[in-house]
T-cell receptor, first 121, second 107 residues
Framework: QVQLVQSGTEVKKPGASVKVSCKTS????????INWVRQAPGQGLEWMGW????????GYAQKFRGRVTMTRDTSISTAYMEMSSLRSDDTAVYFC??????????????WGQGTRDTVSS | SYVLTQAPSVSVAPGETARITCGGD??????VVWYQQKTGQAPLLVMS???DRPSGIPERFSGSNSGNMATLTISRVEAGDEADFYC???????????FGGGTKLTV
């Protein structure tokens, strides 16, 4: 069965960086884009960007360009999201999600369990 | 950028029908996806375009979409349905997803 398993809770100081992993199994890793979505405490879902595991190409929401990098290691079927220059308002749960297509339209059919990142001095 | 508008909360008694709406400009021309998120959990895909329900999602969940409003309908609501629900479309001009603000369903 398809699984996306994320790395554990992080606590970072302002200005630091965080790297979250998303280990996939149960399907061919290179066949589906991985997107990252975050959720601040008590807030809704915010899309951050995408990464194509086959080519390694990525794209980011304008808000995160220059501060977020999405990469992968195909040998271990794992995607990564790294964010630099952390601020307190980056405190959130970060989710990876697999893209599938339904009648030609993309949607997120499987999600990781989420990684909580707290940014505090 | 495309905006999806959801009511913050909906409250129904067990056994009743819950209707969760998602408003957007000409949303009837778009494919709307719905996710359910229970407290402390990741979102779960519950509806694509009716009758396309993912495996394991009960038939009590159905969707409709027309004009400027999409609706997720949950019949015979159970206590276990209590969650936040998010609608989502894919904005083709910028090729990225857009989420509604979410609706908290209280049973």
């Amino acid at each position: 069965q398809v699984q996306l398993v994320q790395s554990g809770t992080e606590v970072k100081k302002p200005g630091a960086s965080v790297k979250v992993s998303c280990k996939t199994s149960g399907y061919t890793f290179s066949s589906s884009d991985i997107n990252w979505v975050r959720q601040a405490p008590g807030q809704g879902l915010e899309w951050m960007g995408w990464m194509n595991p086959y080519s390694g190409t990525s794209g980011y929401a304008q808000k995160f360009r220059g501060r977020v990098t999405m990469t992968r290691d195909t040998s271990i079927s794992t995607a990564y999201m790294e964010m630099s220059s952390l601020r307190s308002d980056d405190t959130a749960v970060y989710f990876c999600a697999r893209v599938a297509y339904d009648s030609g339209e993309p949607l997120f059919d499987y999600w990781g369990q989420g990684t909580r990142d707290t940014v505090s001095s | 950028s495309y905006v999806l508008t959801q009511a913050p909360s909906v409250s129904v008694a067990p056994g009743e029908t819950a209707r969760i709406t998602c408003g957007g400009d000409k949303i009837g021309n778009k494919r709307v996806v719905w996710y359910q998120q229970k407290t402390g959990q990741a979102p779960l895909l519950v509806m694509s375009e009716d009758p396309d329900r993912p495996s394991g999602i009960p038939e009590r969940f159905s969707g409709s979409n027309s004009g400027n409003m999409a609706t997720l309908t949950i019949s015979r609501v159970e206590a276990g349905d209590e969650a936040d629900f998010y609608c989502q479309i894919w904005e083709t001009t910028s090729d990225h997803p857009v989420f509604g603000g979410g609706t908290k369903l209280t049973v």
